[in-house]
Every structure is written in structure tokens, then in C-alpha cells.
């Protein structure tokens, strides 16, 4: 057969459309249609010139992970991939989602930060104002304090639910921004003050008080997110970020500050994000995001395929620092093996956990437990309940299980140990 003639003329009858759509753009993407027009439909990327460059990447066709929406009216969120991402950077287009009335769209020429109060010189930043100061760039987790809400009361226990599902309101980004505390110093705090109101441009106008400490601290001012402006749904163009702390007082599209001698008790402080305790009474505040650690892999709804070696992987973070330890049991707790952690181990961030185990084909339980550099270890969950009673929903931070059957499925698995 004459296989230049063929492919020639497969060439012609598939030019001739791809001309009259306009999608032929270069000769290089002639000489590939016809390259790739064999009769044994072959495709050797070698052998073809690849496509050109272009303004804007993409991701693999193949590779298309996506967050898990759940929309409720105004008030939605979005869960992180955990399980299809590599390291701990959060891509910022899957970078979880928490609104309370949704994404505004803000101009940011237009933006504007007023902070006041009990200061020197009440000020209006604009958003250039606030680049011409020196800024950071820190790498640190963001974790919404509903993140594996209600998963673990007794009378509801999934075991079909996915780490993304249960732990997916996780990222971790590289901030930019200024430090807090030089912008503070530029108002003149006056004594007497001690906190700060954080009013967001929303519709919910979400407000949370914070601490005049933290503030002075390791707050930003942050624009940037891995290279990047912010994005809309994270707050573009500026939020207020506190690393290690709950999600919710990170404030996003931040417009105000207001410097106080008390909490304001916002709507947003008092109504949420306090947790009961046994007897009875309610902790406020919960700032601070203990200890935890999730296995990413194995988890549902994987199946080992075989027995042998498998590299069980997780993330763990703290808001009080480092994590120094992650502990792994195989046996549903019964014994432990330290995992190893990957380099660099940053201070609030996620780090990535290994560890390496032969599944010898038996029904095993597998569970992972953080320390951090405070000497805390991750609950379990009894141990959680013992404080704060089974029906809390916010600061879920106790260990995780997964199952693995005789057959290699993954199912959540702490059922067992209840
Ligand atoms: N202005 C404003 N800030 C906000 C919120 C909001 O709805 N409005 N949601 C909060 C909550 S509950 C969380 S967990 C984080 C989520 O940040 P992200 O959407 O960038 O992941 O933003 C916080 N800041
Ligand atoms: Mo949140």
C-alpha cells in the first residue's frame, strides 16, 4: 500500500475541515495532523513537532482534579483535592472555598482599607498604597474550623466518604502581603487597645475580633497567593490572614479596621465557631487550629489492587508551630511507627508524611496521629469527646481511620474503634 498517497490524502479530507473551523494555525500543526494520519493510527510524539507556546498553561488532559462544591444558598463552600495533589501547595484554582454570601466582584482600584479606632491617625490604605510597603511571602495552611464537621457522632458514621469529602476544607498557599504590625505602627495603636475588629466587603460583611497580640504578630495584609494576586474567591483583592488560626477569621475582601479595647461579639463569633464543652458551658474563642493529621493515601474509594509494599501518605499541621512527629498504625492503634516527614518542615504549614508498609492482604485498620513542637499529640476521638461531648461540630481535629478489607477496598473505618 502506498502510505504516503493515503496519508495524503487523510491529510486533504482532514485539513479541509479543520481550515473551514479555522483551528489550522501554523504549518507545525499541518505537518502533525499529517504525521499523525497513519493507517495503524499511530501517534509517536517524537515524531511530530509539539504544540507552541502559549500565554495561559493547562493542565493535562488526563489530570483534571477538581474541588467538591456544595452549594447552599448564598452561603457555599468547596473542598481541596487531597487526594490528587502531590506535596503541599494548594494550586490556587483548587484552593478550598468558604462564603458566607458569596464572591464579590471588587475592583481593585477601587478598594479601599480604613483602619481606626483607637489610634493616632485613622487612615484609608488603597491598594497601591499598601504595595508601596516592603512585603513577605510565607507559606502557610488555611483550615475552615467546620473542616470534618459532624463526621464522628455516633449516630452518623460514613464509611463511603472521601478525604476530600471529610478534610477538603484544607490548602495551603505561599502569602504575600505586609505585615500587619508595621501598617499598625503607621495608625499609632494607642494604649488602652487591645483589640481589632476585621470587617469584610461581602454582602455578609463578615466581621471576627482579633487579638491586639496576634495582630502585632505574624498578621498580614495579604495580595498575593503563590505567585499570583489573590484570587476573587479567596479575597481579592486583599484579606486579612492569620496564620494557624481558624479559617473564619482570616478575613476575606477586608475593608475595615477597627482598633478596640474589647471583643465586638460579632454575629459571625457568637452564633458559630464556639464549642461546647462537657456540663454544659461553651469555649470562646477557638483560635488557634490544633494538631492533625490526615492519610491521603490509601483512602476511599481505592482499592490496593494487590498485597506488597504501598507508601501510606498524609498531610499534618498545626497552628502552634511544627509538627515534630507523625506516628502511623497499621493495626487500628494498637501500635504506632514513626513516618517519615519531607523537608522542609515549615512553621503553620501543611507537611507531607510517608511511610513505608507491606499489606500482607489481611484486614488492617490504618490511622495516623501528629505531635507538634508544643508536646501535643492528635486525639483520639474518645479522647476529644471526653473534653467537648460527642455533639461538637467545629475544631474536629482527632485521628482518622481508614479500613482496608481482604479484598484491597478502602472504606472510612473508624466505626471499629467506637
Ligand atoms: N469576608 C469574608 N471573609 C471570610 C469568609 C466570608 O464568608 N466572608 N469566610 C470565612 C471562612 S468560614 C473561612 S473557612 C475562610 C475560607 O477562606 P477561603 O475561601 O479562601 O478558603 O474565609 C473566612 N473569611
Ligand atoms: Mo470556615
New binding site residues.
Partial sequence: MDRSKLSRRTWLATTSGVIAAGLLRTQADAVRLEAQETPEGLRDPSKVPGRPTSEVGARAPGEQPRRLVRNQNLSSSSRTPLQDLNGTITPADL???????GVPDIVAEDHELLIHGIVDRPMVFRMADLKRYPCVSQTYF?????NGGGAYSRDRMPTDITVQALDG?L?TSEWTGVPLSWVLREVGVRPGASWMLAE???A???SRSVPLDKAMDDALLAYGQNGEAIRP???YPL?LFLPGW?????????RRLEITDRPTMTRDETSKYTDPLRGGAARQFSFVMDAKSVITFPSYPYALPDRGWWEIKGLAWTGRGRITRIEVSTDGGRSWADAQLQRPVLSKSTVRFRHLWEWNGGEALVLSRATDETGYIQPTVHELWDVRGERTSYHQNHQRAWKVASTGEVTFGLGDLV
Fill in positions: 484552593h478550598f472555598e468558604r462564603h458566607h454570601a488555611l483550615e475552615c474550623s467546620g476544607l490548602s469584610g466587603g461581602d455578609a460583611l463578615m474567591e479567596q479575597g484579606r481558624e479559617g473564619n477569621i482570616s478575613v476575606k475582601w477586608l
